[in-house]
């Protein structure tokens, strides 16, 4: 046994003068917990500002024709633009997969063709409902991640999580009967069949969104494990996870920077064969510096947005990313009330429309808190020795929670 002499009394003195020294002139908001609360910012801020600039350029008519999805090719440039994150020792072993790995290429092929879908249809979806409407319906992707990952990965939902999707659930169909019943009272019996087929886009276009987060979970931490995913729970309650083979970060750039590519390919030939605007629409309603300002700033809000994602990606749990969701989802629909309600009567607030908002956010709430001590959050998987693993990727719940 090696023993181990200590130092000189002399040397602790001045060991504790120095930690006393350092420790005073440490403030007690240190520049980490400053940092993360600027992320925390940008991400919310962003998350919000999303759907309120598609509304407005909308109602300015600076997105052109529905079916260009405009928003859609600013969301992809964003996440392209996150390997600016990566490392460059993560973009060589990318190289070396997309060279020699058949498998990790069509893995990444099918998951980018997938994301595109789901982000088309979410985008037509919201540019037929409104922003106040798909913040709800878009709160049901946990939901949705939730079966698919019990379908196809094997994972057992919780008595708290199963409440959580029963509530959820229960708070959509208020939120389109609420909607309906609102328009069907107006003249606005037209819109309603244009909210109601918007609001089923949009949930088809998140059950694909939560399809693609279990495509990514088979693709990064199936492939890295040969097949096995996350391993656990074990008898201590912690889940074992393999390392993914690149970064999240790369991965997500990767995708964007294919469906970006796809997505100005379809917007340019679709412009070429049938222009910008609706036939009906004027076409200097929306000058060429209004649309340059309001895309440009979308884009520069998607690229944010995504970035914050990324960089706050293990540093927040389930129930924290729910109350991220929930801040961003009531202020949506509240500002959207509040500047948009005398345009449109679909972005009005009523009562029951309140309710499902409620119900919604109280069942992600309860699918959240299920999900706590599931040990797959950011950073906290353990492996067998009980070390924590730096590389773990977040589970498919707690992804599915915080991205937007």
């Known amino acids: 046994m090696t023993t181990i002499t200590p130092p000189p009394s002399a040397s602790l003195s001045s060991i504790e003068k120095k930690n006393k020294s350092s420790g005073a002139s440490q403030p007690p908001f240190n520049r980490q917990k400053a940092l993360f609360l600027i992320k925390i910012i940008l991400y919310v801020g962003t998350g919000i500002l ?25 969301k992809t440039s964003g996440m392209a633009l996150v390997g600016v994150l990566s490392t460059p020792s993560d973009r060589m072993v990318l190289r070396r997969l997309l060279r020699s790995d058949a498998e990790f290429r069509r893995s990444l092929f099918f998951a980018a063709f997938v994301d595109l879908l789901s982000g088309m249809l979410l985008t037509g979806g919201i540019l ?5 409407i798909f913040v709800v319906l878009y ?5 949705w991640a939730a079966l698919l990952s019990k379908c196809f990965l094997g994972r057992e939902l919780t008595v708290q999580q199963a409440a959580g999707v029963l509530v959820v659930c229960l708070g959509l169909i208020c939120n389109v009967f609420g909607t309906s019943e609102q328009l069907n009272g107006s003249s606005g019996s037209g819109k309603a069949s244009t909210i109601t087929v918007g609001s089923v ?31 656990g729970p074990s008898s201590d309650g912690t889940t074992s996870c393999a390392a993914p083979l690149i970064t999240p970060p790369l991965w997500s750039s990767c995708l964007g920077s294919m469906e970006a590519v796809a997505m100005a390919i379809y917007v340019l030939s679709s412009i ?22 309001g895309y440009g700033f979308m884009l520069m809000t998607d690229c944010v947005h995504s970035a914050a994602f990324f ?22 629909v509240l ?22 908002v409620i119900l919604v956010l109280s069942g992600t709430f309860l699918y959240a808190s299920g999900s706590r001590n599931d040990g797959t959050h950011f950073g906290t998987s353990k492996d067998t020795k009980g070390e924590k693993d730096k590389n773990v990727l977040p589970s498919v719940e707690v992804e599915s929670l915080l991205d937007n």
Do not use: W, Y
Request: overall charge positive; charged content about 10%; some cysteine.
């Open 128 to 132: 037929l409902t409104g922003g106040a």
């Open 272 to 293: 070429g064969v049938r222009g910008f605007q609706d036939p009906h629409v004027a076409p200097d309603t929306c000058s060429v510096s209004a649309f340059a300002k």
């Open 50 to 74: 999303q759907p309120m600039i598609i509304d407005a350029l909308r109602m300015q008519s600076c997105l052109g024709r529905k079916s260009l999805l405009l928003p859609t090719l600013a």
């Open 335 to 356: 500002l959207s009330a509040a500047f948009f309600c005398p345009q449109e009567e679909a972005q009005c607030l009523t009562s029951i429309k309140a309710v499902s």
């Open 139 to 143: 709160n049901s992707c946990p939901v």
């Open 201 to 231: 886009v949009v949930l088809l276009g998140c059950v694909l969104h939560s399809g693609f987060f279990v495509l990514s979970d088979l693709s990064l931490r199936g492939h890295a494990s040969g097949g096995g995913g996350c391993r």
């Open 311 to 332: 960089l706050m990606l293990k540093q927040i749990g389930a129930v924290g990313s729910a109350l991220l969701k929930g801040i961003q989802s009531v202020a949506v």
